[in-house]
């Protein structure tokens, strides 16, 4: 078994890298039916990204329990009503429009406590306890004068720095890295639970098979963390251009991420192969 496990279950850590003939043999000659339900649920969850707190974001995005935002396989931002949006587009969009204007992002998209009133249209009002609009008048009192403009108390927010920047970034690559990690470990668990009951049940292990079924499986789930982590990087250079950085400040996060992908290989195929 430890040795049938080397020869079918190798291919599973290769993860789209290319073996030569013998891959395109069994990925584009020989055909084999590979449809499985279980193997189906893993490539298919969706990848939430922890995006720090006030990035902006397109009017109903939608989020999980812990309000992380959710990208399909694309890397694309999922909103309530079923619909996708591009991130890099929705970018590009938002930096070319003022604060305020229709398709920037939202105010609840603000850091927590920043955002005091209700939306509406992209405008920012505060709501007095009557339901009325009212705004403070400078010497501090409330005016029932709905054109009045509001005055913020707040002192001016300090410009972030680069390394700020990257911490606040640190948590949301790790937490990728954590899922990717965790789909291709059940992965792993289910080529060999697969192999173990065909055992069982006295069915022919075929290793090509197992080849075609469960590289194609980890190709999908690398295809798609690519896709979440150029979603967050990309998120994460736009702040840096916000606040006058060179993106090349961001290299560090994606040489660490190839550098993690590579090992990630190596670890799981010790593990496959029982190493």
Known sequence: ???FFKIALVTLLVLAAGTGTAVYYFMKVKKYDVADKKVDEIIEKQYSIQLPDGTPLPEGVKKDANGNVLVNEKGHYILTDGTTVDPKKWLSESDSNPPGSKGTASANTLPAGKN???SDGGKTTAAGTDGKTNATSPNGTQSNNP??????SAAPSQKATVDTIKKRYAPSFSSLQGQAEGQLGSLISQAKSEYAQKKANGEAINPAYFYQKYTGAASAVE???DAAFNTLYDSLVSELKKNNYSSSHAKAFKDSYESAKESRKKALLSKATGG
């Open 1 to 3: 078994m430890r040795k």
């Open 116 to 118: 005091n009133g209700t």
């Open 147 to 152: 054109k009045a403009p509001p005055v913020s």
């Open 223 to 225: 295809a798609k963390t």
